[in-house]
């Protein structure tokens, strides 16, 4: 504790006690060291990772099993300890399910946990897709066979390729020509990859300031999958702006609304979206939102995701990919969806090739 508060990096320390020391560095960013003995780790960590909501719940389901629960231990009426050095351990000695530490932050996960009926989160490896990446066609890096061989390196069986289109002035998009074209590198590409891995054509295709596409209807339909998104006149008010997003939402030619909201951190706010009506929109008609995970954007983020499956919208876990190192991102993604309590069964990326087909087909 002594060599983490006296780090040459360390600007002032905020606090320090016999079992944490608080600290804030010279680059802004706050830490805390906790110290305990192994036996301790248990209590320690559910105490450290859960919010501050759910230790309250949770202090309060132990008082009811005769135990106060404390970083230390879980100590009994008569004054006698429990020790756990693992968190299931703690959970398990309540008579409760292991709650993983996304989901601690008193959204019902206790009363979940009480009943049975904690929900199986989505693991890394559940994914077999990535739906939304971008080659040389526009702004990315690699071209078609390379994103495609990157994407098989990173254990996946199916590639969208989605690059934008050409009103995205900050990039060279693809016209409706260029499309046509693409094909037929998406064609060779299917072929140097062989059966074992699939490559889709698709786009992301930029929802104009009056809510109507970048493409006519005869390409959209051509496309295995769009992916429609906002990158611009993102300060539309409110009004205006909920609506361009629900007359893309309700385009039948939309598979996926890419990043709903726009931000990007650390620099840019949400747009101002009646996000209510946003998913009720996207419940109605069946289009699957993104659940971006680029670390800039994270977007759907956890609690608007959580409302999404609660309604039945399918979420879609993209990197957003323009060279292959984006797609080590992919973990955050998941992350986040953990965060909002979503299963594999909620995500179409988890879908083999077979039923990923059947379900963009049926939206054609």
Avoid at 123 to 137: M, P, R, V
Avoid at 228 to 243: D, G, N, V
Wanted: with cysteine.
């Amino acid at each position: 504790m002594e060599a983490f508060i006296n780090r040459k990096d360390v600007a002032r320390v905020l606090g320090k006690g016999e079992t944490k020391a608080s600290v804030e560095f010279t680059h802004g960013l706050q830490a805390q060291l906790w110290v305990h003995p192994p036996a301790h780790w248990g209590t320690a960590l559910v105490y450290a990772t859960g919010s501050k909501d759910h230790n309250v719940r949770l202090r309060e389901y132990a008082l009811k099993k005769g135990y106060s629960l404390s970083e230390h231990s879980l100590k009994r009426e008569d004054g006698s300890e429990v020790f756990c050095a693992t968190e299931d351990e703690v959970y398990r000695t309540l008579g409760l399910p292991f709650i993983p530490p996304e989901l601690r932050e008193d959204r019902g996960e206790v009363q979940a946990a009480i009943k049975g009926k904690l929900p199986k989160l989505i693991e890394l490896d559940d994914i077999k897709a990535d739906l939304q990446s971008h080659s040389t066609w526009s702004d990315g890096k690699l071209t078609i066979l390379e994103m495609a061989k990157a994407a098989q390196s990173k254990r996946l069986k199916i590639l969208a390729i989605t690059d934008h289109t050409s009103s995205l002035g900050v990039v060279q998009g693809m016209t409706s020509e260029d499309v046509k074209k693409q094909r037929l590198e998406i064609e060779e590409a299917r072929k140097e990859m062989g059966s074992s891995f699939n490559v889709l054509q698709g786009a992301e295709v930029e929802i104009k300031t009056d809510g109507n596409l970048d493409y006519p209807d005869d390409v959209l339909a051509s496309l295995d999958i769009v992916v429609a998104s906002i990158h611009s006149s993102l300060r539309q008010p409110r009004e205006k702006i909920t609506e361009r997003l629900i007359k893309a939402i309700q385009n039948p030619h939309v598979e996926v609304i890419g990043h709903p909201t726009g931000r990007l951190f650390p620099d840019r706010d949400p747009s101002d979206l009646d996000m209510d009506a946003v998913l009720a929109a996207a419940a109605q008609s069946g289009v699957a939102l993104e659940i971006n995970a680029h670390p800039a954007r994270l977007d759907l983020d956890d609690v608007h995701a959580k409302r999404a499956i609660e309604l039945g919208i399918k979420l879609s876990i993209n990197t957003d990919a323009h060279d292959e190192s984006d797609m080590d991102y992919l973990h955050f993604g998941v992350s986040t969806a953990r965060r909002a309590w979503v299963e594999a069964k909620d995500v179409i990326n988890c879908w083999d090739i077979q039923g990923l087909m059947k379900w963009l087909n049926s939206r054609k």
